[in-house]
């Protein structure tokens, strides 16, 4: 089965400026996440997905971060505008059911400068 | 409240040495879930194993192999006959029962460096 696909796979902007990230999960999977990692760290929980409605967003930056689901299959994740501090790789993952492994992509590497 | 350690931040072997990354894990309830997930320098999360908690049996793949003890709330993972292509960033987690969203509460990672 395909995986988990992403885009762009790096993207470097200016601070106060605009990104975008696309995620395409696996097919079927109607969880779905984004996660922030910064170097040295673990994965941390921006969003989640239950098809195309919000399940958890308290850690989601939402003066800067939007995130939406359209349809229950795609995903964007933005942010607007960006700070120094949100340079890390963005990652997002899909599962099928409760307690099943998460399928990550490729994540994308953002620096911010 | 849910928590996840791996205290060794760093561990560098040399090829084919055996090598062991700690685990613990803190929750109050009984019934939980935990991965390992591995992340090598091309960034992606790949998952390695999932252990539900009524399951203390250890489990083999390979040169891989996991210790989960309940007793020490510990689920630790051993790689035999290291090889380079092991260096990579592995994160143990925990499904937070106590969450209805079921997600995972995150160790903050080992860095295996394999040398060779």
């Known amino acids: 089965e395909a995986g988990v696909a992403q885009s762009p796979r790096y993207k470097i902007i200016e601070k106060r400026q605009s990104v975008a990230f696309w995620c395409n999960p696996i097919?079927?999977?109607?969880?779905l996440y984004w996660y922030q990692q910064i170097l040295g760290q673990g994965p941390k929980l921006l969003i989640q997905?239950?098809?195309?409605?919000?399940?958890?967003d308290s850690q989601l930056p939402k003066d800067r971060f939007s995130a939406e689901r359209l349809k229950g299959v795609d995903s964007t994740l933005k942010i607007q505008p960006a700070k120094l501090e949100d340079s890390a790789v963005y990652l997002c993952?899909?599962?099928?059911?409760?307690?099943?492994?998460?399928?990550f992509g490729n994540g994308t590497r953002l620096t911010v400068t | 409240a849910q928590k996840v350690t791996q205290a060794q931040t760093e561990i560098s072997v040399v090829e084919k040495e055996d090598v062991t990354l700690d685990c613990v894990y803190e929750t109050r309830d009984t019934t939980y879930y935990l991965f390992w997930y591995k992340q090598p320098p091309s960034g992606e999360l790949v998952f390695l194993i999932r252990?539900?908690?009524?399951d203390e049996q250890n489990e083999i793949s390979g040169r891989y192999s996991w210790n989960f003890q309940k007793s020490t709330s510990s689920f630790n993972f051993t790689i035999t006959a290291s090889q380079v292509v092991d260096s990579a960033v592995y994160f143990c987690?925990?499904?937070?029962?106590?969450?209805?969203?079921?997600?995972?509460?995150w160790g903050a990672g080992t860095k295996l460096i394999i040398k060779p």
């Open positions: 993952a899909s599962r099928t059911r409760q307690n099943s492994p998460l399928h």
């Open positions: 987690a925990l499904s937070d029962p106590m969450d209805s969203n079921y997600q995972l509460i």
């Open positions: 097919s079927g999977h109607a969880t």
């Open positions: 997905f239950q098809n195309n409605g919000v399940v958890d």
């Open positions: 252990r539900n908690s009524f």
